[in-house]
């Protein structure tokens, strides 16, 4: 079994403020959603095996706790993905760092206010 996609929330209208934060941020490419599914809007976004789905929810609320975790292939990755959000306005927050063993990690959220952890094996 494996993981097919993840799907993140936003308010209606706002997938542009979400394609800012999967493409413009993370680096993820938005894909076409299917025909039958496009009127529904929301974005869908995939790069390298990680597809993020993101729907469109009225009324919204984010995802204050429950979060996708992106595996990135090293600390130096992490690094220039934490100063790339940062140079966009995103913040990003170290606190637990060093808190799971054998990763680095940081936390963020969306431009929602969806969580979303980013780690690398150490």
């Known amino acids: 079994m494996r993981l097919h996609h993840v799907q993140v929330a936003c308010p209606p209208g706002g997938e542009d403020a979400a394609r800012r934060f999967y493409a413009d941020g993370l680096g993820l490419a938005e894909v076409a959603k299917p025909a039958d599914l ?6 869908w976004f995939r ?5 993020i789905h993101v729907g469109v929810e009225d009324p919204f609320a ?4 429950a979060h996708p975790a992106l595996l990135l292939d090293d600390v130096a990755a992490l690094e220039a993905l934490a100063l790339r959000l940062r140079s966009l306005g995103f913040d990003v927050d170290w606190r637990e760092r060093h808190t799971f063993d054998g990763y680095e990690r940081f936390h963020t959220r969306d431009a929602h206010g969806n969580r979303m952890e980013v780690l690398s094996r150490r």
């Not at 496009?38 to 974005?43: E, I």
């Not at 790069?47 to 597809?51: A, I, L, P, Q, T």
């Open 47 to 51: 790069r390298d095996g990680v597809e």
């Open 38 to 43: 496009a009127a529904r809007g929301g974005a």
């Open 62 to 65: 984010s995802a204050r706790k």
